[in-house]
């Protein structure tokens, strides 16, 4: 149990456009959900926590407006970077807490996302 | 404010002998203690929690981690390693009491390589 995807799982892209990453929790409710990135050889660093139906709590200097994150159901978050550019090259990972009192956050597979 | 330290970049050791990784941490109130493991390109499988009882718990892969008020330590330990066990190893907190009390907080991170 306890399952999160991502999709993709690899994205290579031209500088100004966007993309969207999903994260759905396969086998549990999430509530609330987290968007993580990962630079090379680094720890995880929190950008927003979304939780289901309201707007999501950013990270201090996380731009809202370029890292838009909706969270429509109890089973999918979506992160749109938007206007990528190469400075936004990374590992991006999201992570589920269910509903029922569970303390445990799960982790998605990651995205990497190369902007040229 | 939580934090978390993780003292050591890297750790060496021979296959079959006992592993240790450590982990310090500090918060204002009581701690929800986690250990997550990180293979190459992927996102963060968990391993164990303490959240409250006995303060030696066991996880998965033969992983158990002891809970150490007075040190404030939660250092992940096996009794004997396998190459397999090479990976990229965080500790994490979150603060039940702080008032964002969603957010978990990571350590750097401490590299793992077991040696055949």
């Known amino acids: 149990g306890a399952v999160v995807s991502q999709h993709p799982s690899r994205v290579i892209c031209k500088s100004g456009t966007s993309v969207k990453i999903e994260c759905r929790s396969l086998?549990?409710?999430?509530?609330?959900m987290f968007w993580y990135r990962q630079f090379p050889k680094q720890s995880l660093m929190l950008m927003a926590t979304?939780?289901?139906?309201?707007?999501?709590?950013?990270e201090q200097g996380v731009e809202k407006d370029k890292f838009l994150i909706n969270h429509a159901s109890l089973t999918l978050s979506t992160l749109t970077v938007t206007s990528a550019h190469p400075e936004d090259s990374s590992f991006y990972i999201c992570?589920?807490?269910?509903?029922?009192?569970?303390?445990?956050?799960?982790f998605g597979p990651g995205t990497r996302l190369l902007v040229l | 404010a939580q934090s978390v330290a993780q003292p050591e970049d890297q750790v060496n050791v021979a296959e079959g002998n006992p592993l240790t990784v450590k982990c310090t941490y500090s918060?204002?109130?009581?701690?929800?203690l986690f250990w997550y493991v990180q293979y190459p390109n992927r996102g963060l499988q968990f391993l164990l929690k303490?959240?409250?009882?006995?303060?030696l718990v066991k996880g998965s892969y033969g992983f158990e981690a002891e809970f150490n008020k007075s040190q404030t330590s939660f250092h992940l330990k096996k009794p004997s390693a396998l190459v397999s066990d090479s990976a990229l190893y965080f500790c994490?907190?979150?603060?039940?009491?702080?008032?964002?009390?969603?957010?978990?907080?990571f350590g750097g991170g401490t590299r793992v390589l077991v040696k055949p």
């Open positions: 992570s589920a807490r269910g509903d029922r009192g569970e303390e445990t956050q799960y």
């Open positions: 086998d549990f409710q999430a509530t609330t």
């Open positions: 979304s939780n289901e139906g309201s707007k999501a709590t950013y």
């Open positions: 918060v204002s109130g009581n701690p929800y």
């Open positions: 303490y959240i409250t009882g006995d303060n």
């Open positions: 994490a907190v979150r603060d039940i009491f702080q008032a964002a009390g969603n957010k978990l907080t």
